[in-house]
């Protein structure tokens, strides 16, 4: 099966710009997750989709960044206006269901270079 | 959710020696799993152990779950060099979200 597909793989912006980035998930998987990683630590969870519904969006900071999965398969996270502090690869991940025994399959990443 | 925390940090050995990490979490689990990240690739799934299960393999991974001392290990044996990466553990309770902890940097030598 195709796996999680992102883009852009890169992108380099300055503080104060604008920045969305896109996922699209395994087919079929309902789940839908964005992560933060700052280098050197793992991924902090930013906001969880199931189907198109926000399950979890606690560590969104919404004044910030927006997440949207509109018809329940493609998702965009924005940033608007980036900051410094928002350097780091933004990974999506995705899975079956919401139950906990399925694995969340990754993809690559967005690495976000803030000038 | 709750955060596993991995230790050691970092962990350097030769080709064909084992490598053993180690996972800690505070409260009880539903099951436990371990994720690799090879550098600038996104998480790899390796292994779920379930809190009732207590030893589990698959290919050259063996991972151990204690849920008495709330932990597990996960062991790479004949280690390669393909094998350098982070590892995670993302203990799980309820509902599918995990936290992850800053992982163990596996660097395996030639």
């Known amino acids: 099966e195709a796996g999680v597909a992102q883009s852009p793989r890169y992108k380099i912006i300055e503080k104060r710009q604008s920045v969305a980035f896109w996922c699209n998930p395994i087919s079929g998987h309902a789940t839908l997750y964005w992560y933060q990683q700052i280098l050197g630590q793992g991924p902090k969870l930013l906001i969880q989709f199931q189907n198109n519904g926000v399950v979890d969006d606690s560590q969104l900071p919404k004044d910030r960044f927006s997440a949207e999965r509109l018809k329940g398969v493609d998702s965009t996270l924005k940033i608007q206006p980036a900051k410094l502090e928002d350097s780091a690869v933004y990974l999506c991940?995705?899975?079956?269901?919401?139950?906990?025994?399925?694995?969340?399959?990754f993809g690559d990443g967005t690495r976000l270079s803030i000038l | 959710s709750q955060q596993g925390e991995e230790d050691p940090q970092a962990l350097s050995i030769q080709e064909g020696e084992n490598a053993t990490m180690n996972c800690s979490y505070k409260t009880s689990i539903n099951n436990l799993q371990w994720y690799r990240q090879n550098s600038g690739r996104g998480l790899v799934h390796l292994i779920l152990?379930?809190?009732?299960?207590r030893e589990k393999h698959s290919g050259r991974l063996r991972v151990t779950l204690d849920t008495s001392k709330k932990s597990s290990s996960l062991l790479i044996t004949a280690s390669r060099a393909a094998d350098t990466a982070s590892y995670f553990c993302?203990?799980?309770?309820?509902?599918?979200?995990?936290?992850f902890g800053t992982g163990t940097q596996l660097k395996v030598e030639l």
């Open positions: 993302a203990p799980r309770g309820g509902g599918n979200k995990l936290t």
């Open positions: 152990i379930r809190s009732n299960e």
């Open positions: 991940a995705s899975s079956l269901e919401l139950a906990g025994n399925q694995p969340q399959h």
